[in-house]
T-cell receptor, first 111, second 112 residues
Framework: RKEVEQDPGPFNVPEGATVAFNCTYS??????FFWYRQDCRKEPKLLMS???SGNEDGRFTAQLNRASQYISLLIRDSKLSDSATYLC????????????FGAGTQVVVTP | ETGVTQSPTHLIKTRGQQVTLRCSSQ?????VSWYQQALGQGPQFIFQ???????GRGNFPPRFSGLQFPNYSSELNVNALELDDSALYLC???????????FGAGTRLSVL
């Protein structure tokens, strides 16, 4: 079983619609959680950190469910520029921050 | 821009050769992590350097080695290249190992 699992998609979303997807992680000792965005053949860029209480950044909302060991990302009012692969990242609570990436969820926003 | 720079951007090598990839970390960051990203996959952790010492290693063979210099820049060396080493190699810098990592644009390595 992979340590971090994501639905690869693609999620085809009409412009202006809402899309949501999850990421599950296997290690209950995981402590830090992030969503990164990666455009085709580019480097991952931090989208947002994920906090236990859930957090919002503009049109993006992230949630963490420790009991079920998953995090989610919701994108409201999708823009064409939101088309990308969204990478879920989990780190353990040990002394160093090894990032464990999921394989990514592809989102395609269509006009 | 993250302030993390990698060189070269592209590289073509043949099987059995050796390669060195370079990374300059963001100003003030003392930690560099290296990742390998195969096509269609998420980045896989290779190793991390903190203040010139290896600070953790992923599931990669010893022919993958690295260095970090006093200015916190870093190198990734791969010996005896194999076809499966073809991938995008990403470095990321952070302040301390546990903090948010900022990625460079990567080096795309093709092994023929």
């Amino acid at each position: 079983r992979k340590e971090v699992e994501q639905d690869p998609g693609p999620f085809n979303v009409p412009e202006g619609a809402t899309v949501a997807f999850n990421c599950t992680y296997s290690n209950s000792a995981s402590q830090s959680f992030f969503w990164y965005r990666q455009d085709c053949r580019k480097e991952p860029k931090l989208l947002m950190s994920v906090y236990s209480s859930g957090n919002e950044d503009g049109r993006f909302t992230a949630q963490l469910n420790r009991a079920s060991q998953y995090i989610s990302l919701l994108i409201r009012d999708s823009k064409l520029s939101d088309s990308a692969t969204y990478l879920c990242v989990v780190t353990l609570g040990d002394s160093w921050g090894k990032f464990q990436f999921g394989a990514g969820t592809q989102v395609v926003v269509t006009p | 821009e993250t302030g993390v720079t990698q060189s070269p951007t592209h590289l073509i090598k043949t099987r059995g050769q050796q390669v060195t990839l370079r990374c300059s970390s963001q100003s003030g960051h003392n930690t560099v992590s290296w990742y390998q990203q195969a096509l269609g996959q998420g980045p896989q952790f290779i190793f991390q350097y903190y203040r010139e010492e290896e600070n953790g290693r992923g599931n990669f063979p010893p022919r993958f080695s690295g260095l970090q210099f006093p200015n916190y820049s870093s190198e990734l060396n791969v010996n005896a290249l194999e076809l499966d080493d073809s991938a995008l190699y990403l470095c990321a810098s952070s302040l301390g190992g546990k903090n948010i990592q900022y990625f460079g644009a990567g080096t795309r390595l093709s092994v023929l």
